[in-house]
C-alpha cells in the first residue's frame, strides 16, 4: 500500500529529505555536501545523479520501502514565473531546470531529481508546489519607477503561502477569503499582500529589495549605490555581496545570526540593540506599505522565518504594525511540512494540480 510522501530540497551546501505519513514526519534529514565535493562539477546540472544517489541512499537507511510512496514532491526552482499552486514536473519544466530559463541554483534540482525517483518506483508524475517565482503581482506593482526596470516577485512563496492556510484553518476560514500580510524572515526577507489567495505585491528578497535582513542590505541610497559602482573600490562580483552575502548585519555587525546580535543587545551592546531595532523598524515598514495596498483592509498579519523566534525583535516589530490588524507569530520555516501539505492537497483532490506551459 502507497502511503508515504517524499519531499526532496536541494540547497546550496545540501540535500534535504523528509517523509511523512499523513501529517506525522516520519523523518527529516539534511544531507551536507562538501565545497570540495560540489567543486567537482562544471555544472549544477552536472550534480543530479550525485544528489540522486543521495537521497535514495538515505531512504534505505531509513528503512522506507520505495514501493510504499504515494507521492514525490521537489522544492520548485528559478523557472518562468507562475501562479501560485502545485504544478505536474513534465517536459518544458525539466528544460527550463535544466537551462536555468530564470538563473541558477540548487534548487532546480528539486524537481528533476523528484521526478526521477517518482517515475523510477512507478509513479506516473511528481510534483513542485508555490516555487520562488510565484507571481501574482498586479501590474501597478511592476511599475518601478523607470521604464527599463520592472519590479519582479521573488520570494519565499512556499513558506509564505504554507503559514498563511495554517492560519486560515486556525480560525475557521479559508485562505482565500483573506486579506493577509506574511513576513518571512530569514537570510532573506519578503513580506507579502495576500489578497483572497494572492499575493498582489510583494518585495523581491533574493536580490535585496525590502528590508535590510541578516546579509542582504535591502533598499539602499541608489545614488550613493552608483557612486560606489564606479568608485574602482569594488568588482562586480564584490558589489553584488555587497547587496547580497556582506550586507544587512554582517556589514553592520560581523555576523549573519540574528540570534547573536539578539544576545549581544541583551547584553547592553547599544549598538547591537541599534541595528536589531533599525531592522524592525525596515519590516514595519514594509508591513506598513502593503497594509496602503490592500487598502487599509487587513484581516492579520503573520510573522515567520527563524528571526521570529527571537522576542525583543518580534516585540519591536509589532510596535510598529499591531495598530492595523492582529499579529500572529510562526517561528522558523519548515518547507519540507510545507511541501508534505500540498502533497497532502493532492491526494485529496482538495487542490488541482496544474500544467506547466
Known sequence: ????????????????????????????????????????????ADQYDYRKNFVLEELKNQNINLDEI???????????????????????????????????HACNLGGLIADSVA??????????????????MEDIARISGHKDFERLSIFHALNQKAIARIYAKSIGK?????????????????????????????NQALEGE??????????????????????????????RKVIVGKGGLVSYLGTNDAYEVEKRALAGDKYADLIERAMAYQIGKQIAGNAAV???????????????YGKPIVGHIKRHVE???????????DEMASMAMNARMILDGSVEVKNYE
Open 119 to 136: 517515475k523510477m518506483i512507478g509513479l506516473k508524475e511528481a510534483y513542485i508546489a508555490d516555487p520562488v517565482i510565484v507571481d501574482e
Open 174 to 202: 479559508k485562505y482565500e477569503d483573506l486579506n493577509l500580510i506574511v513576513a518571512h524572515m530569514g537570510g532573506g526577507i519578503s513580506v507579502g499582500a495576500h489578497r483572497k489567495g494572492r499575493v498582489i505585491d510583494v
Open 1 to 44: 500500500m502507497r502511503k508515504y510522501i517524499l519531499a526532496i530540497n536541494p540547497g546550496a551546501t545540501s540535500t534535504k529529505i523528509a517523509v511523512f505519513e499523513g501529517e506525522q514526519n516520519i523523518f527529516t534529514t539534511n544531507i551536507k555536501h562538501s565545497t570540495e565535493e560540489l567543486s567537482k562539477f562544471a555544472v549544477l
Open 323 to 333: 495598530w492595523i490588524a492582529p499579529v500572529a507569530v510562526y517561528p522558523g520555516e
Open 210 to 239: 525590502g528590508p535590510f535582513s541578516p546579509e542582504r542590505s535591502g533598499t539602499l541610497p541608489m545614488d550613493q549605490v552608483i557612486k560606489a559602482c564606479y568608485s574602482g573600490k569594488y568588482t562586480y562580483e564584490e558589489m
Open 70 to 104: 504515494a507521492i514525490v514532491m521537489g522544492r520548485g526552482g528559478l523557472i518562468k514565473p507562475l501562479t501560485s499552486g502545485v504544478y505536474r514536473v513534465n517536459d518544458l519544466m525539466k528544460k527550463h531546470l535544466l537551462e536555468g530559463y530564470n538563473g541558477v
Open 294 to 308: 490592500l487598502e487599509g483592509k487587513v484581516d492579520a498579519i503573520l510573522l515567520t522565518g527563524g528571526i521570529a
